[in-house]
């Protein structure tokens, strides 16, 4: 059994940065793919962001080039990175981990469940969530 638990939301004006982190159980990063998620009120679920075993990275168009994830295996930790914050950024983010989930792309969302393109559940762990709220 995964346990993830995400940490560091808080409120922050435009423009600013903050660093989310997601408790992970121990080996977890070693060999499951690590993903971000955000859902934002009456919007969908959306992947952010992602990085597999060995370390590499993708984005979303929407956060690339500003949101940067890593890992800290010594300590079990998943970080994400968020700089130039903005307003349509403020969401519930929540981390989640699947040993081979479809790519971002090939995630899709609805009502808080995320799958694959075939229907199958596309990360089988999932977080509580930490709010990230963003003023103008």
């Known amino acids: 059994q995964v346990q993830l638990v995400e940490s560091g939301g808080e409120s922050v004006q435009a423009g600013g940065s903050l660093r989310l982190s997601c408790a992970v159980s121990?080996?977890?990063?070693?060999?499951?793919?690590m993903g971000w998620f955000r859902q934002a009120p009456d919007k969908e679920r959306e992947g952010v962001a992602v990085i597999d075993g060995d370390d590499r990275t993708d984005y979303a168009d929407s956060v690339k080039g500003r949101f940067t994830v890593s890992k800290d295996y010594a300590k079990n930790f998943l970080y994400r990175q968020m700089d130039t914050l903005k307003p349509e950024d403020s969401a519930m983010y929540y981390c989640a981990a699947d040993r081979n989930p479809p790519p971002l792309n090939g995630v899709y969302c609805r009502r808080g469940y995320c799958y694959t393109e075939d229907g199958i559940e596309a990360y089988t762990y999932w977080g509580q969530g930490t709010q990230v709220t963003v003023s103008s």
């Open positions: 121990e080996y977890t990063l070693e060999t499951y793919s």
